[in-house]
């Protein structure tokens, strides 16, 4: 069964200090990584894609992903009180048929404190 | 850009009765809507996937008979909970893609109470 795996947390933050989220992947052949925020609530929502190998960075937020460790992070910078919430690391997935998927992690909870 | 709506925000309704969600992409042709459901404190479920003009696939253990997905236009699907019991009761969230991308982008869900 292709699996995405996170620590569920909570990782807690200082305000201003370097936030690092992990996710590890079972399926070898994906091509696709993505990070997405959900508030308490809320649905989620995208805040970067990553398709190739190294870092990609994108104002505070920085991802990284290493296909053969099968290894995709999440680095947030100077961290804020408003990016506490539920990171959700998603792995596009071929299902067959010539469709494909997300598959989400459960999420890593980022509690940052004032 | 990349805006998907929902609605409604929030339904309550009684057992028995069925329910209809719109999900429509505003500034974006979605040859893919998926639509998902969460439980309080729980992961997103995918339920099925729908694709523009094509019946849609249902996740295992995802009944298709009750769980009536229409996506008839690029911009438009819809799914309609029929004879919605108390254990129907989540949030439910579509999402949308466009062809040659991988990016979903998710409407901001539907909170289903069924009483």
């Known amino acids: 069964q292709k699996e995405v795996e996170q620590n569920s947390g909570p990782l807690s933050v200082p305000e201003g200090a370097i936030a690092s989220l992990n996710c590890t992947y079972s399926?070898?052949?994906?091509?696709?990584f993505f990070w997405y925020r959900q508030y308490s609530g809320k649905s989620p929502e995208l805040i970067m894609s990553?398709?190739?190998?190294g870092d990609k960075e994108d104002g505070r937020f920085t991802a990284q992903l290493n296909k053969a460790s099968q290894y995709v992070s999440l680095l947030i910078r100077d961290s804020q009180p408003s990016d506490s919430a539920t990171y959700l690391c998603?792995?596009?997935?071929?299902?067959?048929?010539?469709?494909?998927?997300?598959?989400f992690g459960k999420g890593t909870m980022l509690l940052v404190s004032p | 850009g990349a805006v998907v709506s929902q609605h409604p925000s929030r339904v309550i309704c009684k057992s028995g009765t069925s329910v209809k969600i719109e999900c429509r992409s505003l500034?974006?042709?979605?040859?893919?809507m998926f639509w998902y459901r969460q439980f309080p404190k729980q992961s997103l479920m995918l339920m099925a996937t729908?694709?523009?003009?094509?019946?849609?696939?249902?996740e295992q253990g995802v009944e298709k008979d009750k769980f009536l997905i229409n996506h008839a236009s690029l911009t438009l699907s819809t799914l309609t909970v029929t004879s919605a019991h108390p254990e129907d009761s989540s949030f439910y969230i579509c999402?949308?893609?466009?062809?040659?991308?991988?990016?979903?982008?998710f409407g901001p869900g539907t909170r289903l109470t069924v009483t």
């Open positions: 999402s949308a893609r466009e062809a040659e991308s991988y990016e979903q982008y």
């Open positions: 399926d070898r052949v994906s091509q696709s």
């Open positions: 990553i398709y190739s190998n």
């Open positions: 998603a792995v596009n997935m071929n299902v067959g048929s010539g469709y494909s998927t997300l598959t």
């Open positions: 500034d974006f042709q979605a040859t893919t």
């Open positions: 729908s694709n523009e003009g094509s019946k849609a696939t249902y």
